[in-house]
């Protein structure tokens, strides 16, 4: 079976994850759409997840599939509490723009 | 350049575009299809590299579950263009600062560091197959996995509590 880094090279996999990485921490930075900014964790996380598998590849080892895995369950959760609590902050305030939750700020 | 390559290259172009059309794009809706597109071009990733299992998991999970709860709520919150409320232009320069600062630090870290060259090897054996990764997520991984399903539920739990209307209290 031949490896497919011998085309390409882990080294543009590297470069891939971390444009990627910063495009989500652009739209974390950028947005205030709280919607968007959840958006933008989700391309972090794959950003991560793309190098995982990449280095999966690598090594020829099967752990890094299986950590991609684990964090895709976290992924979910996270994905489905978080949008829980846009949907009740929605209902309180009649907007998502995050500049609104200043509640806490002393 | 061979064909490997060559799709590569054209996955990566889809999905850097793709990430930045969902920041850029007014409409929520526009952002979620944008990301569903992105998604699908990191499961051609996972195909290029040979991990189908995770490439059927990722669709499934990514542009199946995740995406359509997305697009619900978008949907409940009815949201438009009319909700957008812009950032003062000092916050956006200072991201787009920051975003190319991050970039440029990081890629030239992974320049400058010590080089992986050479071939790979491949030693044929197989990795990850679903034979495989069921073995080893069933033996070595058996007590993770559990605990993954024990956070499912909880998350599950949660979620319908959070989203539960409150009564009004005197």
């Known amino acids: 079976m031949e490896n497919v ?8 996999y590297i470069f891939l994850s971390v444009v990627l990485f910063c495009v989500g921490i652009f739209g974390v930075l950028y947005r205030r759409n709280a919607i968007i900014v959840f958006m933008s964790i989700e391309i972090m996380l794959n950003a991560v997840n793309l190098l ?38 929605f209902r309180n305030l009649g907007s ?9 700020k002393g | 350049m061979s064909g490997i390559l060559i799709t590569f290259c054209v996955l990566a172009f889809i999905t850097v575009l793709t990430a930045f059309l969902t920041i850029f794009s007014r409409n929520p809706i526009h952002s979620a299809i944008y990301l569903v597109i992105c998604f699908f071009s990191i499961a051609g990733h996972y195909f ?6 995770l490439a059927v998991v990722h669709i499934i999970v990514y542009s199946g579950a995740i995406m359509i709860l997305f697009l619900f709520t978008i949907m409940l919150m009815n949201l438009n263009e009319r909700h957008e409320v812009h950032r003062p232009r000092i916050t956006r320069l200072g991201a787009i600062v920051s975003f190319v600062l991050v970039c440029v ?20 054996e197989d990795f990850q197959s679903i034979n495989v ?38």
């Open chain 1, 5 to 12: 880094l011998n085309h390409i090279g882990i080294e543009n």
């Open chain 1, 52 to 89: 995982f598998v990449a280095f999966s590849t690598y090594h020829q080892d099967a752990q890094g599939q299986v950590f991609v895995f684990f964090s895709m369950a976290v992924a979910a959760a996270e994905v489905a509490v978080g949008l829980a609590i846009l949907v009740s902050i």
């Open chain 1, 96 to 104: 998502i723009s995050i500049d609104n939750l200043k509640n806490l």
């Open chain 2, 48 to 53: 290029l590299l040979n991990s189908q299992f």
């Open chain 2, 105 to 124: 630090v990081l890629i030239a870290i992974f320049i400058n560091s010590k080089p992986i060259v050479g071939e790979y090897d491949a030693t044929g």
């Open chain 2, 133 to 170: 990764l069921g073995k080893i997520l069933l033996n070595e991984y058996m007590v993770p996995f559990e605990f993954a399903s024990i956070l499912l539920l909880v998350a599950m739990i949660g979620t319908v509590l959070l989203s539960k209307k409150e009564k009004l209290k005197k």
